[in-house]
């Protein structure tokens, strides 16, 4: 249960306590239970979907759930990406640790950046015009879709901390790094596929073609992110 707890504590707003003292293992610990953050976030998506549907417009309910999706994350995937993108533009002096340390101290400055904005603004209008897209098809790939994207990006987090090294040498990151081993992996990979089953299930028996696209679309994306992080 503290793993759970500082999962949510670590990668929502949502304001919870955790009691007892809390020990480095104990936070890297915590990424086994990602991806039900991930599930409880994709169920708030469809929730406010739903709800805002019958409100307004579609196509400002997508814009509206991207709006949730920031907000319960606390803008914490996009200012990563924007740290990431802000660092990568830096020019090369050829002098690789010291374009290194530079890198590092513009992740650090808690300004932004033109490309880290670019990069955030083209995040966003990626996912909106995807979203825009997968509402033409049928309702059960669309809704798993929404389920399925806050999911896969935890999983994708957990995969990425197992076989990624750390650019400093302290920090939280590093905690992490440092602390996730095969359990946690399992852990994320065995709940990401029994969802995925469940999902296939319980919601798919309606038309066995969007079950064969959505299974079909996660599984590719599945393997994406694990070449990307192993090579």
Request: charged letters at 15%; hydrophobic letters at 50%.
């Amino acid at each position: 249960m503290k793993q759970l707890l500082l999962a949510f504590q670590f990668l929502t707003i949502i304001p919870l306590r955790v009691k007892g003292n809390v020990s480095e293992r104990d936070i890297a610990r915590s990424a086994s239970a990602f991806v039900i953050v991930g599930i409880v976030q994709g169920l708030l998506l469809i929730i406010s979907d739903y709800i805002l549907g019958t409100l307004f417009h579609q196509e400002l309910v997508m814009l509206l759930v991207l709006l949730v999706a920031v907000l319960s994350n606390g803008g914490f995937h996009l200012d990563g990406l924007s740290d990431t993108l802000d660092a990568i533009s830096v020019k090369s002096s050829g002098d690789i640790n010291a374009d290194k340390q530079k890198r590092l101290l513009v992740m650090k400055d808690p300004t932004v950046g033109p490309i880290g904005v670019a990069a955030i603004i083209f995040s966003l209008g990626l996912k909106y015009f995807a979203l825009k897209n997968l509402s033409h098809l049928t309702l059960f790939i669309y809704y798993s879709s929404l389920l399925m994207m806050p999911v896969l990006s935890k999983w994708t987090m957990v995969i990425s901390i197992f076989y990624g090294r750390a650019a400093r040498h302290d920090g939280l990151g590093k905690i992490f790094l440092d602390g996730v081993n095969l359990k946690e992996v399992i852990i994320s990979t065995t709940t990401t596929v029994v969802l995925i089953l469940a999902v296939l299930s319980l919601f798919g028996r309606s038309g066995y073609h969007s079950q064969y696209i959505f299974y079909a679309a996660v599984m590719v994306a599945m393997y994406i992110a694990c070449r990307l992080c192993i090579d």
